[in-house]
């Protein structure tokens, strides 16, 4: 599965970002899959920020993330967004996009190496 983020860039703290996440492959299944959102900010590791599964829609978010943050996705465009709402300083990262295949439970897309398939990576940062 190849997938590509984008949508990142400059961004003023409080205001809002979406980023899509296009996905494609010929072994790709909506079926048993699911793409979570990641990001990684400088000297930190990679957190998990949100999830969804392509067949049945469940979102999956953290206790930090739940509120600002609204994942999507349309199925028919293969493609997955990530909204992000009143940017604060601590929200600037590179935001990855990923491919789960046959998530079992939902603390499975917290999981990095649940992920076998990571798109490249867009980079938001939030100014004053």
């Known amino acids: 599965v190849q997938l590509q983020a984008s949508g990142g860039g400059l961004v003023q703290a409080g205001g809002s970002l979406r980023l899509s996440c296009a996905y494609s492959?010929?072994?790709?299944?909506?079926?048993?899959?699911?793409v979570g959102w990641f990001r990684q900010a400088p000297g930190k590791e990679r957190e998990f920020v949100a999830g969804?599964?392509?067949?049945?829609?469940?979102?999956y978010y953290t206790t930090s993330s739940e509120g600002r943050f609204g994942i999507s996705g349309d199925n028919a465009e293969n493609k997955v967004y990530l909204q992000i709402n009143t940017l604060n300083f601590e929200d600037t990262a590179v935001y990855y996009c990923a491919a789960i295949q046959q998530p079992n439970y939902a603390a499975d897309y917290r999981l990095p190496a649940r992920y076998e398939d990571w798109g490249q990576g867009t980079q938001v940062t939030v100014s004053s």
């Open positions: 969804i599964s392509l067949s049945a829609g469940s979102r």
């Open positions: 492959g010929r072994t790709f299944n909506t079926y048993d899959m699911g």
